[in-house]
C-alpha cells in the first residue's frame, strides 16, 4: 500500500466517520431521552436522502403525502387522549403543528416539484418534511407507550422500521438513486483532492457536534431534555413535560438523519433500504460510546468509518463482519470497566 | 405446579390436524413454520421474558444447527439423526463462547451486543466458502425412518410438533424447580438471589445455552424440512423478528413464545396473500401493514397477547400446601465453637473520598440479638454489605467463628451460615410467596437443571418447598403463601424476607429494619419471634430505627454516626449515653 492509497482510505473513513457520528449522536440523545433505540434512524437518513433526490430531480416525493397522512393520525391521537377537557387553544395547536403545517408544505412542494428548484430549496424542504414525519411518529407509535419497557419500546421501534422500509419501496421504487452535490468544485492539496461535499461533511458534523453541546449546556430546553434522561419522574415533578422533551428528541434525530442522508446522498447511490444498515454503524459507535457520552460517540463514529475504510481495502468481504465485531472487545471492556451496580429494572 | 390436562388436549388436538378430512396441505406447512419459530421463541422466552437477557442473535443460532446438519448430511454423508445432537452441541458449544462474552455485558449493552453479533454471523455465514457462501448449502437429505422419507411437509410435521411440545414441557419443569427460581431471579438484580448462594453468571450462562439449543434444534429441523439453506434466515432482520415475536405473545410465558409464533406467521402470511388483492401493485404493502399491526398490537397489549386472554379466565385458586413433615438436612453446630460468632475489627469502607464506615469493630456473640442503630448514613447498611460480602472492605477484616471472610464473594458468606433481609425489599413481584422463600433454601437443594427438566428433581424440591412452607409459617404468613408477592403490603413483605432468610438454617440473622412499615401488633409479634429464635440458638444482628423495639429487644446495642462506632453497650447504658443523645438530638443533654 503507498501512501496516495492510504491517505485516500483515510479521508474515505473520516467522510463516512462523520456521518456515523451524527447518527450516533442522535441514536444517544434519543435513547438518553425516551428510552427508545432508534432503529428507524436510517429510513430517516434515507426518506431525507431521497426526498432531496427526487425533488432535485424533479419529481414529487411521497414522503410529503406521508407527513400529512402520519399529521392527521397524530392529530386523531392528541384528540382522543384530551377527549376529556378538549379545549379551544389546545385543539387550534394541534390543528396547526399536525394539520396545517404538513398541508402547506405538500403544497409547496406540489408547486416547486414541477420546477426542478434549486438545491437550497430542495435541502430545506427535505429537511422539514423528514422532521415532520419524526415528530408525528413519535406522537402516533411511541409516546402511547412513554411507560412500557425498553424491550417492549425497542420492539414498537422494529415495528416503525418496517413499516418505513416499506413505505421507502412505495415511495422511490426499488432503484437507487443519487442526488447533486451541495457544494460544488474540488480543490487538492498535495496528493489528497477535496471535494466540495466532503468539506460540506466535514462542516456540517462538526457545526452540529458543537450546536448540539451548547444546546444541551447553555439553553433551558436542552438542559430539561437532560434532566429527563436524567430521571423521567424527577423531571415531571420540576414542571418539565416529559412529552414535550421526546418530540423534541425526535425532532432533532430526524433533522440530524435526514441532513446525513442529504450529505452522503451525492457521493454514494442510496436504495430505500440502504439506511439501515448505516443507521446500525452509527449504532456501533453510539455503543462504543456508552450511549451516553457525545463527545466519545463521534471518536468512537469516525474510529469506525476508518476501520471500514481499511477493512474494505484490506479484506472487503469481511468488512462487515469486522465492524460488527468491533463492538463485542469494546462491550467486554465496557461492562467490566462499570461498577457491578444494582439495576432495578422494570 | 401447572395441570399438565391442558397440555394433552393440546397435544391431541395438534395430533389430530393432519387428520381433519380436506385439510389444506398449505395450513400444514404453516403450522410446520409456526412449530420451527415457536422453538426459537420459547428459547427467548426464558431469555429475554423470564432471565432479562435480551438477544437479538437467536437467528445466529438457527444458523448454526441448519449448517451443521446441512454440512455434514451432504459434505460427509452422516445421518440426519446422528447429526441431531452434532447440531445442538455445535449451537450449546457456540453459546458457551458467545456467552462468555456477551452475558457479562449489563444493561443495554447486552441487546446491542447480541445485535452486533448477530449481524457479524450472518456475513460470516455468506462469505464462508465451505458454507456455500450466499447460495447456501442445498439436497440436504430428507429426516427418514427405516424406509419412510418424511419428504412432505405433512410428514415432517410429527417431529417438528414432538419437539415443540417436549421442549416446552422440559422448559416449563426447568422454571418450575430449584434452577428455575433462580434464573426468575435473575431479572430483577443480582443481589438478592448471590445472597442466597445463586451463582448468577452461571444462572446466565444457562439460560443462554438452553435458548441457543432450543434454536439449534429449530434449525436442525428448518434444513431437513427445507432441504436447502442459505444464509438469509439467519440474518439480523430475522433475529430482530424473533425477539418480537416472543415480545408479542407475551414474553414471560412459555406459551407465549407459541401463541406470539402463530400470530405472526399467520399474520404473516394473510397479509402476503390477500393484501395484493386489496392494494394491488405494490410490493411491500406487508410489510407496512404488518408494522403497523406490530406496533397497535403494542399499544394495545403491552405485556403480549398471552397474559391478556389468560386474564379472561378465572384466577387459578392457590396451588397445594406442600408437605411440611419432610425435613431437609439441617446445619451441623458443633456444640464447643468459640462463642465469638461474627468479629469485626476496624472495618473500614471508602467510596472515593466518603468514608462510609470508618475502623469500625464489634462482635455478636452466639445466642444474642445485637441492634446496630445510628442517624441516617450512618454507615449502617454498608457495614451489612461489608459483612455479606456485597462490599469488600478497604481494609479491616471480618471473620465468622474464627475464618477471616473479607473477600469471600455473597455465595459463600450465606454458606456460613448468615443469612440475610434488605432495607429496600428484594422479592420477584411475580413470583409467589412460597416461590421466593424458597430461594432462601437455595443452597440446601441438590438438583441441577438436567435433572429439574427431566422432572428427576421431586423429591429434593418437595423437601424444599417443604421448608420454605414451614419458614412461612413461622413468620405468621400461612394464609399468603400462593400469593404473589407483588401483592403484599410493603410491611408483609419484609417478613416474607425474613422468612427467606430463615430458610438458609443460619447461624446469625441480619435484618435491615425489619419493623419498618410493621403495625404495632405486627412489630410486638416480630419481636417475639427474634426471641424465640435467640432461644433457639440463632445470633441476629439488626439495623432498626424503632427505638422502643430496639430497646427491648436488644441484648446488646452499636451506636454507629458518620461511619464512627460512638457507642456500645446494653439499652440502659445506650440511653443514657451523653454522645448517643448528642448525635440522635443534635446538643449535648
Not at chain 1, 408544505?105 to 430542495?122: D, G, H
Not at chain 1, 415495528?159 to 480543490?187: I, K, M, N, T
Not at chain 2, 423470564?50 to 437467536?58: A, E, N
Request: glycine residues 10%; aromatic residues 8%.
Amino acid at each position: 500500500m503507498n501512501t496516495t492509497i492510504m491517505l485516500f482510505l483515510l479521508q474515505d473513513g473520516i467522510t463516512n466517520g462523520a456521518i456515523y457520528a451524527l447518527l450516533g449522536l442522535a441514536l444517544v440523545l434519543v435513547f438518553a431521552v425516551t428510552r427508545v433505540i432508534l432503529i428507524p434512524q436510517g429510513e430517516f437518513v434515507t426518506y431525507g436522502a431521497l426526498t432531496y433526490a427526487s425533488l432535485a430531480a424533479g419529481q414529487m416525493p411521497g414522503t410529503a403525502k406521508l407527513a400529512l397522512a402520519l399529521g392527521i393520525g397524530a392529530f386523531a391521537f392528541d384528540m382522543f387522549a384530551a377527549r376529556k377537557a378538549l379545549h379551544g387553544r389546545l385543539v387550534l395547536r394541534s390543528v396547526l403543528t399536525n394539520i396545517v403545517l404538513p398541508a402547506v408544505v405538500l403544497a409547496l412542494t406540489i408547486t416547486f416539484a414541477a420546477q426542478k428548484p434549486p438545491v437550497a430549496v430542495c435541502i430545506a424542504l427535505s429537511l422539514v418534511i423528514v422532521a415532520m414525519i419524526g415528530l408525528y411518529l413519535y406522537r402516533i407509535a411511541f409516546q402511547p407507550l412513554a411507560h412500557t419497557s425498553v424491550l417492549v419500546l425497542l420492539i414498537a421501534s422494529v415495528g416503525v422500521h418496517l413499516a418505513l422500509q416499506g413505505l421507502g419501496l412505495l415511495f422511490f421504487g426499488a432503484e437507487g438513486q443519487r442526488g447533486p452535490a451541495v457544494l460544488s468544485g474540488s480543490f487538492t492539496a498535495g496528493a489528497l483532492r477535496f471535494t466540495g461535499q466532503s468539506i460540506t461533511v466535514y462542516g456540517i458534523t462538526i457545526a452540529f457536534i458543537v450546536g448540539l453541546w451548547l444546546f444541551f449546556g447553555l439553553t433551558l430546553y436542552g438542559k430539561a431534555l437532560r434532566a429527563t434522561a436524567v430521571n423521567r419522574l424527577g423531571a415531571r415533578l420540576a414542571g418539565i413535560r416529559t412529552t414535550l422533551s421526546g418530540q423534541i428528541a425526535f425532532l432533532l434525530a430526524s433533522v440530524i438523519g435526514a441532513l446525513s442522508g442529504i450529505m452522503i446522498v451525492p457521493i454514494t447511490t442510496l436504495y430505500y433500504d440502504s439506511g439501515f444498515l448505516i443507521g446500525l454503524k452509527g449504532f456501533v459507535a453510539a455503543i462504543i460510546g456508552g450511549l451516553v457520552s457525545y463527545p466519545l460517540t463521534a471518536v468512537a463514529a469516525l474510529f469506525v468509518g476508518l476501520v471500514e475504510a481499511f477493512s474494505s481495502f484490506y479484506a472487503s468481504n469481511y468488512k462487515e463482519v469486522i465492524v460488527f465485531m468491533l463492538l463485542i472487545p469494546v462491550l467486554l471492556l465496557r461492562s467490566l470497566a462499570a461498577p457491578a451496580v444494582e439495576e432495578e429494572k422494570d | 405446579m401447572q395441570s399438565r390436562l391442558p397440555i394433552l388436549i393440546f397435544a391431541l388436538l395438534m395430533a389430530a390436524i393432519p387428520f381433519v378430512p380436506g385439510m389444506p396441505p398449505f395450513w400444514i406447512v404453516l403450522l410446520d413454520n409456526i412449530g420451527l419459530t415457536a422453538l426459537v421463541a420459547m428459547g427467548l422466552v426464558l431469555l429475554t421474558g423470564v432471565g432479562g437477557l435480551t438477544s437479538f442473535g437467536q437467528a445466529a443460532f438457527v444458523g448454526f444447527g441448519a449448517y451443521t446438519t446441512a454440512v455434514l448430511s451432504t459434505a460427509y454423508g452422516v445421518s440426519p439423526w446422528l447429526t441431531l445432537p452434532l447440531s445442538l452441541l455445535v449451537s450449546g458449544l457456540l453459546a458457551v463462547l458467545l456467552g462468555l462474552v456477551t452475558v457479562r455485558l449489563s444493561g443495554h449493552y447486552l441487546p446491542l451486543g447480541t445485535l452486533a453479533w448477530g449481524l457479524g454471523l450472518f456475513y460470516l455465514f455468506s462469505k464462508l466458502e465451505f458454507l456455500g457462501r450466499n447460495d447456501g448449502i442445498s439436497a440436504i437429505p430428507p429426516l427418514s425412518i427405516g424406509s419412510f422419507k418424511m419428504l412432505s411437509p405433512g410428514s415432517i410435521y410429527y417431529a417438528i410438533w414432538v419437539a415443540v411440545i417436549v421442549s416446552a414441557l422440559l422448559t416449563m419443569n426447568l422454571l418450575d424447580s430449584r434452577t428455575g427460581r433462580a434464573i426468575r431471579a435473575l431479572r430483577r438484580g443480582h443481589v438478592a438471589a448471590e445472597a442466597f448462594g445463586v451463582h448468577t453468571p452461571r444462572a446466565k450462562m444457562l439460560v443462554f445455552i438452553h435458548a441457543a439449543v432450543l434454536a439449534g434444534l429449530s434449525g436442525w429441523l428448518y434444513a431437513h424440512l427445507q432441504r436447502a439453506v442459505n444464509p438469509t434466515p439467519f440474518g439480523a432482520q430475522a433475529g430482530i423478528e424473533y425477539l418480537f415475536i416472543a415480545v408479542v405473545g407475551g414474553a414471560g410465558y412459555v406459551w407465549g413464545g407459541v401463541l406470539g409464533a402463530a400470530i405472526v406467521v399467520v399474520l404473516k402470511e394473510v397479509l402476503q396473500s390477500y393484501l395484493p388483492l386489496i392494494l394491488p401493485g405494490s410490493g411491500q404493502v406487508e410489510t407496512i401493514v404488518f408494522g403497523i399491526m406490530l406496533v397497535a398490537l403494542l399499544q394495545l397489549a403491552p405485556g403480549g397477547v398471552w397474559p391478556w386472554l389468560m386474564s379472561f379466565l378465572p384466577e387459578a385458586t392457590g396451588g397445594k400446601k406442600p408437605d411440611t413433615s419432610l425435613k431437609l438436612e439441617q446445619r451441623t453446630r458443633a456444640p464447643g465453637q468459640s462463642s465469638v460468632l461474627l468479629q469485626v475489627e476496624k472495618a473500614r469502607k471508602q467510596f472515593g473520598g466518603v468514608i462510609a464506615v470508618n475502623n469500625v469493630s464489634f462482635d455478636v456473640q452466639a445466642r444474642e440479638i445485637v441492634a446496630l442503630i445510628g442517624p441516617n448514613g450512618a454507615g449502617k447498611s454498608t457495614t451489612f454489605n461489608l459483612i455479606t460480602g456485597v462490599l469488600s472492605a478497604t481494609s479491616g477484616s471480618i471473620s465468622v467463628l474464627g475464618n477471616k471472610v473479607d473477600r469471600a464473594p455473597p455465595q459463600e458468606i450465606v454458606k456460613l451460615g448468615i443469612s440475610r433481609t434488605f432495607q429496600h425489599v428484594k422479592l420477584v413481584p411475580d413470583m409467589t410467596v412460597l416461590e421466593n422463600v424458597a430461594i432462601g433454601a437455595h443452597l440446601r437443594g441438590h438438583c441441577g437443571p438436567i435433572a429439574s427438566m427431566l422432572r428427576l428433581d421431586r423429591a429434593d424440591e418437595a423437601k424444599l418447598l417443604a421448608e420454605a412452607a414451614r419458614q412461612i409459617e413461622r413468620v405468621g404468613l400461612g394464609e399468603q403463601m400462593h400469593q404473589l408477592a407483588g401483592s403484599l403490603s410493603l410491611g408483609q413483605q419484609r417478613i416474607v424476607e425474613i422468612a427467606r432468610a430463615l430458610c438458609v438454617d443460619p447461624m446469625l440473622l441480619l435484618l435491615d429494619e425489619p419493623a419498618a412499615g410493621l403495625r404495632h401488633m405486627e412489630k410486638q409479634r416480630l419481636a417475639t419471634l427474634l426471641r424465640e429464635l435467640r432461644d433457639g440458638g440463632m445470633s441476629v444482628l439488626l439495623v432498626e430505627h424503632d427505638m422502643g423495639f430496639v430497646m427491648n429487644l436488644a441484648d446488646r446495642i452499636v451506636v454507629l454516626d458518620f461511619g464512627t462506632k460512638i457507642a456500645e453497650g446494653t439499652p440502659a447504658t445506650i440511653k443514657t449515653n451523653p454522645e448517643v443523645i448528642k448525635a440522635y438530638l443534635g446538643v449535648a443533654a
